[in-house]
């Protein structure tokens, strides 16, 4: 079977769409794109992040014309970006170059740099605020904090004990060299002298490269990602990692001058990154520890960790549980496959439907009948024909997709 | 980026400056109607930001970022800026004040102070930053000797 038209009145779909955007006509005022890009940063980024194209008023602008929904605005993202062109391809920035506004280690207590907290909410209680339901403006309650900005070194307050001079503005010394400085990692190889592969313009082959694995991952939708990496940890795999450290901030974006060749900086992008630790020590001769790495768009630290998982979980190389098989994790995580292929199951099938219902009425309609062999002979004392009739045949794993041909999947 | 003669600085001050900036400073020059050409029209594109992976070191995609370049020859001078996001105005604009700095044009000198007043409203703005996420640097303490 092919395709199958199925025709309505463009009228009315376009009607349904009026509808749909109906629902945002009220007596308020619209919301502004800078509204979503500021106090709803954390849906933008999803989006971003999901739809693996950074723009930031891109996206508040798809965050508003999907109503909220996340993965439409990934998908309206992706949608635009099929319509560019690419200038270029940066040269690897080194997570040493993160401007971090937010580090914790969950390894090591006294990482140097300090642990610094950031812009959370990890630490309190999860309640209703409900002074935010007749908020008249948003305030900002780190106004009166004492801070001098204008000190030669950039710096106020009480110097932190411990921060070498690298540790300064925003620069904080990765903890993989923290370990790497005693030897627990190896040292890192000589860069590949290949392009990365890159999963937009080449299909991901199996078994995969890694960075195939971690720009997969890195675009994954959120809640797959975190599933999955959840089922490492509740024992559907081996993983269950320290976190050397979860890092937020704006790494840049440097693209070579055509004038100069040099490189210099057009923006940054915010991200979050991770660093799991994973004890496979007594599997190596040299005592060392494996590592899995999270990276993604915006402040996502759950995407990030679940990332790390799931990238730690995959290097292991085995295949008995889904968060170690590539292939399955690769194939499920991404969003705009998963809602392309859940969604579409709400679009027209008759089609299909009708083949199923004829297929089974057939059956019935053979079930309901005497079996004309019994009137003529008695029934064979061995039982072979019992199952004349296999009701079993209409829907049986080994069957063909009777979904294939309609949406042509 | 604190040098707007220099053109590397300069293509980071204007990636940096507030876009309106950048316009009012191309309407002025424009206002005399000097020879302009647009080599490149400013068009949103795609650099894929790569990554190094801090354990193995191996690069990766991590994803793509839209910005907007843009490239034009003002009275014989060329001129080239990017701007992050889709900004088609705001990068033709920067590339014709990049092109008038590097001919020296009688508002080079104002458009240099904006852009350097720029790089260091960036800079006091990351400075701010990183000082307010300092003050909650916590020592995170073991309690097992206190149980």
Redesign the interface.
């Known amino acids: 079977m092919g395709y199958v038209a199925v025709t309505a009145g463009e009228e009315l779909i376009e009607r349904a769409a009026d509808l749909f955007d109906a629902q945002r006509a009220d007596d308020e005022p619209p919301v502004t794109l800078d509204q979503f890009d500021g106090q709803l940063a954390r849906l933008t980024a999803q989006a971003?992040?999901e739809g693996?194209?950074?723009?930031?008023?891109?996206a508040a602008l798809a965050v508003k014309q999907a109503q909220g929904d996340s993965v439409e605005a990934a998908f309206l993202l992706r949608a635009y970006?099929s319509t560019?062109?690419?200038?270029?391809?940066?040269?690897?920035?080194?997570?040493?170059e993160l401007?971090?506004?937010?580090r914790v280690s969950p390894a090591y207590?006294d990482v140097p740099g300090?642990?610094?907290?950031?812009?959370t909410k990890d630490y309190t209680q999860r309640l209703l605020d409900f002074g935010l339901v007749d908020e008249g403006t948003v305030t900002d309650p780190?106004a009166d904090?004492d801070?001098?900005?204008d000190r030669d070194d950039?710096?106020?307050?009480p110097e932190?004990p411990g921060h070498d001079e690298k540790d300064q503005?925003?620069r904080l010394t990765?903890v993989?060299?923290v370990l790497r400085d005693e030897g627990l990692?190896?040292p890192?190889?000589d860069?590949?002298t290949e392009e990365?592969?890159?999963?937009?313009r080449e299909p991901v082959t199996h078994p995969p490269e890694?960075?195939?694995v971690?720009?997969e991952l890195?675009?994954g939708e959120t809640g797959a990602i975190t599933a999955l990496g959840y089922s490492a940890l509740r024992g559907y795999g081996q993983v269950h990692p320290t976190l050397a450290e979860v890092r937020v901030g704006q790494?840049p974006?440097q693209?070579e001058?055509?004038?100069?060749s040099?490189q210099?900086?057009?923006?940054d992008?915010g991200?979050t990154e991770t660093?799991a630790i994973v004890p496979v020590y007594e599997k190596r001769d040299d005592p060392q520890f494996a590592?899995g790495?999270g990276?993604t768009?915006g402040r996502n630290e759950r995407k990030a960790i679940g990332m790390s998982v799931l990238d730690a979980s995959i290097a292991l190389k085995g295949s008995d549980e889904p968060a170690e098989d590539p292939e399955f994790v690769l194939d499920t995580v991404d969003a705009m496959d998963a809602f392309g292929f859940i969604e579409h199951l709400k679009l027209p099938h008759y089609v299909t439907f009708e083949s199923i219902l004829d297929r089974i009425r057939t059956l019935r309609d053979d079930d309901a009948e005497p079996p004309r062999a019994e009137a003529a002979e008695p029934p064979d004392a061995t039982g072979s024909n019992e199952s004349s009739i296999d009701t079993g045949s209409g829907g049986g794993p080994g069957e063909t997709d009777s979904d294939g041909g309609e949406d042509g999947e | 980026?604190d040098n707007a003669y220099d053109?590397?600085d300069r293509?980071?001050l204007i990636?940096a400056c507030d876009g309106e900036t950048l316009a009012g400073f191309a309407d002025e020059i424009l206002a005399a109607e000097p020879p302009l050409r647009v080599l490149q029209e400013p068009?949103?594109?795609?650099?894929?930001?790569?990554?190094?992976?801090?354990?193995?070191?191996?690069?990766?995609?991590?994803?793509?970022?839209?910005?907007t370049?843009a490239?034009v020859r003002l009275d014989g001078e060329?001129g080239?800026a990017?701007?992050?996001?889709?900004a088609e105005r705001h990068a033709l604009s920067g590339a014709i004040v990049d092109a008038a700095v590097a001919g020296d044009h009688s508002l080079a000198g104002d458009i240099v102070t904006d852009l350097e007043a720029a790089g260091e409203a960036f800079e006091?703005e990351?400075?701010?930053?990183?000082?307010?996420?300092?003050?909650?640097?916590?020592?995170?303490?073991?309690m097992e000797d206190e149980l």
């Open positions: 971003m992040s693996g194209l950074y723009a930031p008023r891109l970006r560019l062109e690419r200038w270029d391809e940066t040269e690897p920035v080194d997570p040493d401007f971090a506004t937010r207590k300090g642990q610094i907290l950031g812009p780190t904090w801070i001098a900005t950039g710096e106020s307050g932190e503005r925003g990765n993989m060299q990692v190896a890192a190889g860069p590949p990365p592969v890159d999963t937009t890694r960075e195939a971690l720009q890195a675009r790494l974006v693209v001058h055509p004038y100069t040099d210099v900086r057009v923006t992008t991200v660093e590592f790495y990276l768009f | 980026m053109r590397n293509f980071e990636a068009r949103p594109q795609l650099v894929m930001q790569q990554v190094r992976e801090p354990v193995e070191g191996r690069p990766f995609n991590l994803g793509e970022v839209v910005v370049p490239e060329e080239f990017m701007r992050p996001g889709k006091r990351r400075r701010e930053t990183w000082t307010r996420s300092r003050h909650t640097t916590v020592d995170f303490d073991v």
